[in-house]
């Protein structure tokens, strides 16, 4: 393949698609930095007032909760006592909270995207001018496919990166500006595991993803077929499926398996994608991140997934309704 083609078929999706794809990942990290700027100086100024206060849970009297409060000599000795540990937690808290938020925003921005990118330009004839290119509807396909697999992962893994690094200067200059010795903090960032936090969120976003596969190779089969509305063929054939499933069980006690399937596949997709995560939070010596499970959930995954993206790429080359 042709290098500068594939850049080019890049450059043209981030062109069609900028506004969902450049600017909203974008303006959802910086408004959470705005947040997180604005509950420093809150933070800031509680302590200034005396510290801040927590309910520790313990139950007094009539289920009442016993109130405590957190100076900064407190949180002081905690930085000198486990720093590393309030570096953790500090970070990772922040940048999964900015994970989750791109991937609720990347979730829809890639279902639209899945179900429009081969359909739209059938529609709006923009295809007659792509095939006039020296690219062929193979590679077309195929760069729309990676385009979707690798580019949210790693815009969340720059965007954590960014987050990451913010919250690790706002930090270390509250502490040392509330007493905190810089060769503690140092020593504390030093021990620390915040340079896996981000890599690690890269490799559960990149897995899910792949585990989703079979999903987003029939979101791209029924973009390629659909006529009118690829949304409703993707969505209507699965939900006849499943009640034509449910009948032949009430009815005529016949297990079609299909709902089976589908409960199996989400069960092992879910399992999956959250291993990365457990594995962070857990010790590594104990956990490792790739299993058997993983492995052939990946495989079949990857298999279910290249069939229906092989049956797009076959619509593409033998449809000519245009």
Known sequence: MNTKKILTQIKRELWENKIR????????TVLLIGIMSIGVIKLGMSFAEGGVQFRDGATIGHGSSADHRVDMQSMLDKIESDGSNVYNMVIAGTTFANTSLLVLVFSFVLLAYAHSCLFDDRKQKDILFWRSLPISETTNVLVKLGFMLLYAPLVIFVLNLVVGIFVLICATVFFSYHGAALSDLFVAIGHSDIALIAPCILMSCFLSLLLLLPVIGFIFLSSTWAKK??????SVLPVGLIILDKISQEWFS??????DTLMSYWTMFFNSS???AKYY????NQLSIFDANLAAG??????IGAAFVAG????????YEI
Request: zero cysteines.
């Open 298 to 303: 990946l495989l079949v995954s990857v298999a």
């Open 274 to 276: 959250s291993r990365v």
């Open 254 to 259: 016949i297990n079609l398996h299909v709902i």
């Open 21 to 28: 794809f450049v600017y909203a990942p974008i303006v959802v």
């Open 312 to 319: 797009a790429i076959w619509l593409r080359n033998n449809r």
């Open 229 to 234: 509305s690829p949304f409703l063929f993707s």
């Open 281 to 284: 939070m857990s010790d590594s």
